[in-house]
């Protein structure tokens, strides 16, 4: 996996800049598998045609573009990501994913910047679709992740439909599930379902059982307390390697998981790529 998107730069950077949002470019490789796929596009064309740039990225082989929802922080770089690719290729997104959202505060704009047909132009297939898709069992777009717990509340945002301005409980929200010969590993991209209803899902729907890394957004940058402390006492009970937090998870949560789980912690920004094997 390398970033070409994420809130953080660090020394390792390459001169990539960081602004709040998230993409990465995935290569899954065995012996009987090849698949090359997008998992999210950033926020501007700006900052990820600078950082595409800098990290000479080759998306020839991209076999299909995913976005886990659909917010401007993930979506704002597509159509320079699908002009790369240089070839037509799905863009695999949910039904509501081009709503006109806000956030809930002062009505800013946070949806996706423009249409599906402007992505058609640009060179994709816009695939629309909410159900679970998987890849010779060895990697899965997730469907609508079920909201079971009671402290992973989705707040602040609305969105039209039929004409009205409703409560967005953003239902679009998807992750990337890999298994890695029996161990797996999880990617959000702001994780809006809550990081352990989305675990819980992958430990359904694809008997996930230990997890080799659990990577991305975690959407807790304005989290409680009471929130925070709960979301760690869920990870305990949950067999894991490694966790990244990326984006959205904010300082407050990341030192309370490098506190309670040290070294299993890795910190990953823009410009930064991680293999796992």
């Given at each position: 996996?390398?970033?070409?998107?994420?809130?953080?730069?660090?020394?390792?950077?390459?001169?990539?800049?960081?602004?709040?949002?998230?993409?990465?470019?995935?290569?899954?490789?065995?012996?009987?598998?090849?698949l090359?796929?997008?998992?999210?596009?950033?926020?501007?064309?700006?900052?990820?045609?600078?950082?595409?740039?800098?990290?000479?990225?080759?998306?020839?082989?991209?076999?299909?573009?995913?976005?886990?929802?659909?917010?401007?922080?993930?979506?704002?770089?597509?159509?320079?990501?699908?002009?790369?690719?240089?070839?037509?290729?799905?863009?695999?997104?949910?039904?509501?994913t081009?709503?006109?959202?806000?956030?809930?505060?002062?009505?800013?704009?946070?949806?996706?910047?423009?249409?599906?047909?402007?992505?058609?132009?640009?060179?994709?297939?816009?695939?629309?679709?909410?159900?679970?898709?998987?890849?010779?069992?060895?990697?899965?777009?997730?469907?609508?992740i079920?909201?079971?717990?009671?402290?992973?509340?989705?707040?602040?945002?609305?969105?039209?439909?039929?004409?009205?301005?409703i409560?967005?409980?953003?239902?679009?929200?998807?992750?990337?599930?890999?298994?890695?010969?029996?161990?797996?590993?999880?990617?959000?991209?702001?994780?809006?379902?809550?990081?352990?209803?989305?675990?819980?899902?992958?430990?359904?729907?694809?008997?996930?059982?230990k997890?080799?890394?659990?990577?991305?957004?975690?959407?807790?940058?304005?989290?409680?307390?009471e929130?925070?402390?709960?979301?760690?006492?869920?990870?305990?009970?949950?067999?894991?390697?490694?966790i990244?937090?990326?984006?959205?998870?904010?300082?407050?949560?990341?030192?309370?998981?490098?506190?309670?789980?040290?070294?299993?912690?890795?910190?990953?920004?823009?410009g930064?790529?991680?293999?796992?094997?």
């Amino acid at each position: 996996m390398t970033v070409f998107s994420d809130n953080y730069a660090s020394l390792r950077s390459r001169g990539c800049w960081a602004q709040h949002g998230f993409g990465a470019f995935l290569e899954f490789k065995s012996e009987d598998f090849s698949l090359n796929v997008i998992f999210d596009c950033g926020p501007a064309v700006d900052i990820v045609k600078h950082n595409l740039d800098l990290l000479k990225l080759d998306f020839s082989g991209v076999n299909a573009v995913f976005l886990s929802h659909g917010h401007y922080d993930h979506t704002g770089g597509l159509l320079e990501v699908v002009k790369r690719i240089g070839r037509r290729v799905p863009v695999v997104v949910h039904p509501k994913t081009f709503s006109n959202r806000f956030a809930k505060r002062d009505l800013r704009v946070v949806g996706v910047p423009f249409k599906p047909s402007d992505v058609e132009s640009a060179g994709g297939i816009v695939v629309q679709c909410r159900n679970a898709i998987d890849f010779d069992g060895k990697v899965f777009l997730s469907g609508e992740i079920d909201r079971v717990n009671d402290f992973e509340k989705v707040e602040g945002y609305v969105i039209e439909e039929d004409g009205r301005l409703i409560d967005d409980n953003i239902i679009d929200d998807r992750a990337l599930v890999v298994n890695l010969n029996g161990e797996f590993i999880v990617l959000t991209g702001c994780a809006h379902s809550g990081l352990i209803n989305t675990l819980h899902y992958a430990m359904k729907e694809f008997n996930a059982g230990k997890f080799k890394a659990i990577i991305g957004g975690f959407h807790l940058e304005s989290a409680s307390n009471e929130r925070i402390s709960r979301t760690i006492s869920e990870l305990k009970k949950i067999d894991f390697q490694y966790i990244v937090p990326m984006h959205c998870t904010g300082i407050k949560m990341t030192a309370a998981l490098i506190n309670n789980f040290g070294e299993k912690v890795k910190v990953l920004g823009v410009g930064e790529s991680l293999e796992l094997k």
